[in-house]
């Protein structure tokens, strides 16, 4: 394990394989930063909002934190690799274990997994990607688990010669999904299921608009300098972190799906384009795959988003491509 890291760190050429940074402060979700979070996207997630519900469903007194939420406080927690993060270019495989309770604790831990130099560039420092194994637990259990790929500069004029292979995202099976479901939760009392067929798209006319971008980055830890500081960003504006475009695109996904209890995983999340503070932002959904099992059902659903801007194209520029599986009531 890293003993610390530097300010201003770490960068690319002071990482090695198997290195595990230093972790951030565990952070206890109570009923504020829930309640912050839920004025920033406004998820309609009947069990993150109905205590009576929520208890009928899940046996549980405690309302289940977001899984939004949950994912967005990882993230932030795992950004001591990513501080000085040019972009992030993917997550991968992030299964949400357990469910996360009100109440309940959350902390990260960040493990140093592959990396690969990028193309060097005339007039640009030198950079290279970082894949990284995080695992969040809550109340001392594992949580939440997956990979991301920040792209990280090098404090030298030189690359050190990294090229690992990063692998890639597995095919869609919503088979290995099953084991996540939580046990004993009544869904039935959800209501009804969406009647979604395969490949069927459904595009969310209510559209979106990103504000609050930094005061999101300082509640779950996200210590990524282009997101708060304009000078440390590639483009003209400060960068928004890409989880804030995921939460509103899952507040989006509560609205088109019916019966949704939680969310169990993400296949994969690109980022296909830039985020900025004040823009409109558009969501389109399309189930990809469904699975139907006693008491319950999967949907695979691609998510997209794309920003509206003065000079934006018709249909908006693309700036999200996210698969996630969610958990409904069965189908009558």
């Known amino acids: 394990m890293l003993d610390a890291i530097p300010l201003d760190g770490p960068f690319y050429d002071r990482l090695s394989v198997g290195d595990r940074l230093p972790s951030q402060p565990g952070v206890t979700i109570d009923p504020g930063v829930a309640a912050f979070y839920q004025s920033v996207v406004g998820e309609r997630l009947a069990l993150c909002l109905d205590a009576e519900l929520c208890r009928a469903v899940t046996g549980s007194p405690r309302l ?72 969040t637990t809550a109340a001392g259990h594992p949580a939440v688990v997956y990979q991301r790929c920040p792209i990280l500069p090098t404090v030298g004029d030189s690359l050190p010669g990294h090229g690992d292979d990063l692998g890639a995202s597995a095919p869609l099976n919503l088979d290995s999904f099953v084991e996540l479901i939580p046990t004993g939760w009544h869904l039935d009392l959800l209501g009804t299921a969406s009647a979604w067929a395969t490949g069927d798209t459904i595009t969310d006319p209510t559209r979106d ?28 504006e400060r960068l928004v972190y890409g989880g804030h475009v995921v939460g509103l695109a899952q507040a989006s996904l509560t609205r088109v799906v019916a019966a949704m209890a939680t969310v169990l995983g ?27 099992i006693q008491a319950a059902r999967l949907l695979a659903v691609n998510v997209e988003a794309s920003a509206h801007r003065v000079d934006s194209p018709a249909g908006g520029d693309p700036i999200l491509d996210w698969t996630v599986i969610v958990l409904t009531a069965p189908r009558p």
């Open 64 to 135: 289940l934190a977001s899984p939004g939420l949950v994912t967005q406080m990882s993230i932030g927690q795992s950004t001591t690799v990513s501080r000085r993060a040019v972009a992030n270019l993917f997550y991968r495989d992030l299964r949400l274990v357990e469910p996360v309770f009100i109440g309940d604790t959350v902390a990260t831990t960040v493990t140093v997994a592959a990396m690969a130099d990028s193309l060097d560039k005339p007039g640009r420092r030198p950079r290279g990607k970082v894949l990284v194994d995080i695992v």
């Open 209 to 236: 608009v990103i504000d609050g971008a930094t005061a999101l980055a300082r509640i779950t830890h996200n210590l990524a300098m282009i997101h708060r500081d304009a000078g440390q960003s590639p483009y003209p």
């Open 266 to 292: 993400w296949q994969e999340c690109n980022h296909t384009g830039p985020a900025f503070e004040g823009d409109l932002l558009s969501f389109r959904h399309t189930l990809v795959d469904s699975l139907d």
